[in-house]
């Protein structure tokens, strides 16, 4: 037992060692440009809002009981369930990606992983005006029904729920199949045979072995895409077409159009403590998943 | 957007740690939307008066509210917004009285554009463009001529699907004030009630809530009938002669963008030579011309040409027939109130 605890001990000591003001420039970075500017605003969501806008300096907890009135409680769940239901969808295609892409021949690998990230490349609203290019009424979905054949009215595909599920399964998909790849091409191909030669046949193999052995990077996918959905403001805004407002649309339009700052700061607190809160999860969930990895 | 959002996030941290003098106190801090005047303007001032001015831009009204309150307006010298906020600023005592003596060329403004109900005789205040808020469509696809406000809010079963409304709240919740005959500064809860009751409704035979791209809309042929303001209308009309824009019978809003000099501004003689020389006829009559926005100075109007009144019959919009119309004011307190409407509206199915 002990061969296998010292190495621990030795990388733990190693970073001790490491000189503290290696990190000094990201610490300051951080507190300078992320840290303070959080604790402003939440400072903010305890005071009132100026009669013009601006900010009335006088406590209060209105702003954070407002969170919990039903309207704004319902913006939240309903923007937790397009979270969810984009990280959902985007674990399913990513996953499916990824699993072929580690199948792929090594050679292959590194090209089909840089085509699943060359989206990445191009700027987030170019690849969202994409979508409104092929979904709206005059588009190229519409244009090629036509073109085939098809002469009734589409059902409407643009600025819908559905608008905004596509775009973010889209735009987020690239990080679960590097998230899933990660683990699924580590897979020691030995396992799987190993389970094969026990008797699994090649479902039972994947739901048994392979599957558990790679539910962290699952859970990080997941977790990446629904704490970037729960927050989005622009997808909601183009492919929704304004008509449903995800909680990052209201966070925007509290600072930008109503002018009530401390309510925005107290909607936006909300929103980062359930983002620190799921990332916390799932760094636990993944550390516990890799520790149990090497009981095994 | 979201690099843009970036960047006012941190201009808006900025703002709240510092509080003043993050621009630099040599020159002329002049505030303005981009493209909402010349883009030699600066530098033809620059070159007239001897003086330095340097123009800075803001996205939106409570963009520079924010860093005006912020900074209690020291920073900048001239700003334009529109008149609810130059009533806020002149509220929160940031904007300068007005000195007339300074501004001869106030001369060219119609005598009704010293009338305006935010700021009568203009004491902290001067109009740079007005306008309306009404119907913008496509005269070949929509059938008969609207004449409503519920055109828009109850259309017709063959434009269901086709308009959009403006998504600014006091416009969107303006829409169905005026078509109730209401006032569109009310504060009055039940007639808020009734405003949002029939705006649900609507929500379910809109296309879109749109605010930037409502005449592009137009034209491509996605929306046939569109809620606008006069002058965005006109870009359609420019791109397509069958969109027509028309003030329903219930009435519109009349807005005013203005030009507000600040109280803390520590280069006052500067900022009104620069209001002055924005309302000679050439420099004025430049809005007019090329962002197709009517601008209350009587002989910049008198320069546009028949031709162009009648490509652009809104632009020929007589500035009495324009007082008509309710101004848009600040409310104050209810404000918080028609946000919390336009997100009841939003958040229902």
Request: glycine share 8%; aromatic share 12%.
């Given at each position: 037992?002990?061969?296998?605890?010292?190495?621990?001990?030795?990388?733990?000591?190693?970073?001790?060692?490491?000189?503290?003001?290696?990190?000094?420039?990201?610490?300051?970075?951080?507190?300078?440009?992320?840290?303070?500017?959080?604790?402003?605003?939440?400072?903010?969501?305890?005071?009132?809002?100026?009669?013009?806008?601006?900010?009335?300096?006088?406590?209060?907890?209105?702003?954070?009981?407002?969170?919990?009135?039903?309207?704004y409680a319902n913006i939240f769940l309903k923007s937790a369930f397009i979270a969810g239901l984009?990280?959902?969808?985007?674990?399913?295609?990513?996953?499916?990606?990824?699993?072929?892409?580690?199948?792929?021949?090594?050679?292959?690998?590194?090209?089909?992983?840089?085509?699943?990230?060359?989206?990445?490349?191009?700027?987030?609203l170019v690849r969202t005006y994409a979508w409104i290019v092929m979904l709206n009424r005059e588009?190229?979905?519409?244009?090629?029904?036509?073109?085939?054949?098809?002469?009734?009215?589409?059902?409407?595909?643009?600025?819908?729920?559905?608008?905004?599920?596509?775009?973010?399964?889209?735009?987020?998909?690239?990080?679960?199949?590097?998230?899933?790849?990660?683990?699924?091409?580590?897979?020691?191909?030995?396992?799987?045979?190993?389970?094969?030669?026990?008797?699994?046949?090649?479902?039972?193999?994947?739901?048994?072995?392979?599957?558990?052995?790679?539910?962290?990077?699952?859970?990080?996918?997941?977790?990446?895409?629904?704490?970037?959905?729960?927050?989005?403001?622009?997808?909601?805004?183009?492919?929704?077409?304004?008509?449903?407002?995800?909680?990052?649309?209201?966070?925007?339009?509290?600072?930008?159009?109503?002018?009530?700052?401390?309510?925005?700061?107290?909607?936006?607190?909300?929103?980062?403590?359930?983002?620190?809160?799921?990332?916390?999860?799932?760094?636990?969930?993944?550390?516990?998943?890799?520790?149990?990895?090497?009981?095994? | 957007?979201?690099?843009?959002?970036?960047?006012?996030?941190?201009?808006?941290?900025?703002?709240?740690?510092?509080?003043?003098?993050?621009?630099?106190?040599?020159?002329?801090?002049?505030?303005?939307?981009?493209?909402?005047?010349?883009?030699?303007?600066?530098?033809?001032?620059?070159k007239a008066t001897d003086n330095e001015a340097e123009l800075v831009l803001h996205g939106t009204?409570?963009?520079?509210?924010?860093?005006?309150?912020?900074?209690?307006?020291?920073?900048?010298?001239?700003?334009?917004?529109?008149?609810?906020?130059?009533?806020?600023?002149?509220?929160?005592?940031?904007?300068?009285?007005?000195?007339?003596?300074?501004?001869?060329?106030?001369?060219?403004?119609?005598?009704?554009?010293?009338?305006?109900?935010?700021?009568?005789?203009?004491?902290?205040?001067?109009?740079?463009?007005?306008?309306?808020?009404?119907?913008?469509?496509?005269?070949?696809?929509?059938?008969?001529?609207?004449?409503?406000?519920?055109?828009?809010?109850?259309?017709?079963?063959?434009?269901?699907?086709?308009?959009?409304?403006?998504?600014?709240?006091?416009?969107?919740?303006?829409?169905?004030?005026?078509?109730?005959?209401?006032?569109?500064?009310?504060?009055?809860?039940?007639?808020?009630?009734?405003?949002?009751?029939?705006?649900?409704?609507?929500?379910?035979?809109?296309?879109?809530?749109?605010?930037?791209?409502?005449?592009?809309?137009?034209?491509?042929?996605?929306?046939?009938?569109?809620?606008?303001?006069?002058?965005?209308?006109?870009?359609?009309?420019?791109?397509?002669?069958?969109?027509?824009?028309?003030?329903?019978?219930?009435?519109?809003?009349?807005?005013?963008?203005?030009?507000?000099?600040?109280?803390?501004?520590?280069?006052?003689?500067?900022?009104?030579?620069?209001?002055?020389?924005?309302?000679?006829?050439?420099?004025?009559?430049?809005?007019?011309?090329?962002?197709?926005?009517?601008?209350?100075?009587?002989?910049?109007?008198?320069?546009?040409?028949?031709?162009?009144?009648?490509?652009?019959?809104?632009?020929?919009?007589?500035?009495?027939?324009?007082?008509?119309?309710?101004?848009?004011?600040?409310?104050?307190?209810?404000?918080?109130?028609?946000?919390?409407?336009?997100?009841?509206?939003?958040?229902?199915?």
């Amino acid at each position: 037992m002990h061969w296998r605890i010292a190495p621990q001990i030795q990388a733990r000591r190693m970073i001790d060692r490491k000189p503290l003001y290696l990190m000094t420039p990201a610490l300051a970075w951080l507190t300078a440009f992320m840290v303070v500017p959080c604790l402003m605003i939440l400072a903010l969501a305890f005071f009132q809002r100026g009669i013009y806008g601006g900010i009335d300096y006088t406590f209060t907890l209105e702003n954070i009981a407002l969170v919990f009135d039903p309207l704004y409680a319902n913006i939240f769940l309903k923007s937790a369930f397009i979270a969810g239901l984009s990280a959902t969808i985007a674990v399913v295609i990513g996953y499916a990606a990824a699993f072929a892409i580690a199948a792929a021949p090594a050679n292959r690998q590194a090209m089909l992983l840089f085509f699943a990230v060359l989206p990445f490349w191009s700027n987030y609203l170019v690849r969202t005006y994409a979508w409104i290019v092929m979904l709206n009424r005059e588009g190229l979905i519409a244009g090629a029904a036509q073109w085939l054949g098809y002469d009734g009215e589409l059902p409407k595909m643009l600025y819908t729920e559905t608008a905004v599920v596509i775009g973010l399964v889209y735009n987020y998909l690239p990080f679960v199949i590097l998230a899933c790849y990660a683990p699924l091409s580590r897979l020691n191909p030995e396992i799987a045979e190993a389970s094969r030669d026990l008797g699994g046949n090649g479902w039972t193999t994947f739901r048994r072995v392979i599957l558990p052995m790679t539910v962290p990077g699952i859970a990080t996918g997941f977790v990446f895409v629904f704490v970037l959905s729960i927050g989005n403001f622009v997808t909601p805004a183009l492919l929704g077409g304004g008509q449903f407002q995800m909680i990052g649309n209201l966070v925007y339009a509290q600072f930008l159009t109503a002018n009530d700052w401390p309510f925005g700061a107290a909607l936006s607190m909300f929103l980062i403590a359930i983002m620190m809160g799921l990332l916390t999860l799932q760094t636990y969930a993944s550390e516990r998943a890799s520790g149990a990895g090497r009981e095994e | 957007m979201i690099k843009d959002f970036t960047l006012r996030g941190v201009a808006v941290t900025a703002g709240l740690a510092v509080s003043a003098g993050m621009l630099s106190a040599e020159t002329l801090v002049v505030s303005n939307w981009d493209g909402y005047m010349a883009p030699d303007a600066i530098d033809a001032f620059n070159k007239a008066t001897d003086n330095e001015a340097e123009l800075v831009l803001h996205g939106t009204n409570e963009e520079i509210m924010g860093k005006l309150i912020a900074s209690k307006g020291k920073g900048y010298d001239v700003v334009f917004v529109s008149s609810p906020f130059a009533e806020a600023l002149n509220n929160l005592g940031l904007a300068e009285t007005l000195d007339h003596s300074k501004i001869p060329n106030i001369k060219n403004l119609y005598p009704e554009a010293m009338e305006l109900s935010h700021d009568t005789g203009n004491t902290f205040s001067i109009p740079y463009a007005w306008g309306t808020t009404g119907l913008c469509y496509r005269s070949d696809l929509v059938e008969g001529t609207p004449d409503s406000w519920m055109d828009l809010l109850a259309p017709s079963d063959d434009l269901k699907g086709k308009t959009t409304m403006l998504a600014t709240d006091r416009w969107l919740l303006g829409a169905a004030m005026l078509a109730k005959g209401y006032s569109v500064n009310t504060t009055d809860d039940a007639e808020l009630a009734a405003v949002r009751d029939q705006l649900i409704e609507t929500k379910g035979t809109l296309l879109a809530y749109d605010d930037t791209t409502f005449y592009a809309k137009l034209v491509s042929g996605e929306a046939e009938m569109v809620h606008a303001w006069d002058g965005w209308c006109n870009y359609g009309i420019a791109e397509n002669a069958d969109i027509k824009y028309t003030i329903p019978k219930e009435g519109s809003d009349l807005w005013a963008d203005t030009m507000v000099i600040l109280k803390n501004s520590e280069h006052k003689d500067a900022a009104y030579a620069f209001v002055n020389f924005i309302l000679a006829p050439e420099n004025h009559g430049w809005a007019a011309e090329n962002i197709l926005y009517k601008v209350p100075n009587k002989p910049a109007m008198e320069t546009l040409s028949e031709e162009f009144i009648a490509q652009f019959p809104n632009m020929g919009m007589a500035p009495d027939e324009l007082m008509a119309f309710e101004q848009l004011r600040d409310v104050g307190e209810s404000q918080r109130a028609y946000s919390r409407i336009v997100s009841e509206i939003k958040a229902s199915n």
